[in-house]
């Protein structure tokens, strides 16, 4: 069964840095798109990124990209996100997440496309 378990989320100041981590195991991730979501108070959970573990493309959501980067350890089988430039409008629950999606194809950006799920990590940014 595949386990993702998320760390990382705390208190940080706008315009800080974070860094999240998502500790997968259970089995190979060869075919697997890795991706972060977020969800904020009364808002649906969003798409945030997303790495393909057998090759490292990845993709962002618009109101992320270039402050975001998501990367892999195959090692460690680890997903991070790394937060910069963080504003109010990033204080959400992050969410770690996987599906399988064989070698290559778009990467899935939609929550119900996503088979497996993390527990959560709170990040909240102060003003």
């Known amino acids: 069964q595949v386990q993702l378990v998320e760390s990382g989320g705390g208190l940080v100041q706008a315009g800080g840095f974070l860094r999240l981590s998502c500790a997968a195991s259970?089995?190979?991730?060869?075919?697997?798109?890795l991706g972060w979501f977020r969800q904020a108070p009364g808002k649906e959970r969003e798409f945030v990124a997303s790495?393909?573990?057998?090759?490292?493309?990845?993709r962002y959501a618009d109101s992320v990209k270039g402050r975001f980067t998501i990367s892999r350890d195959n090692a460690q089988s680890t997903v991070y996100l790394q937060m910069s430039n963080v504003g109010p409008e990033d204080t959400a629950v992050y969410y770690c997440?996987?599906?399988?999606?064989?070698?290559?194809?778009?990467?899935?950006?939609?929550?119900?496309?996503?088979?497996?799920w993390g527990q959560g990590t709170q990040v909240t940014v102060s003003s």
């Open positions: 790495i393909r573990w057998s090759n490292g493309r990845t």
């Open positions: 997440a996987a599906t399988s999606t064989g070698y290559f194809g778009a990467h899935p950006t939609l929550p119900h496309e996503y088979d497996y």
């Open positions: 259970g089995r190979t991730f060869s075919t697997y798109v």
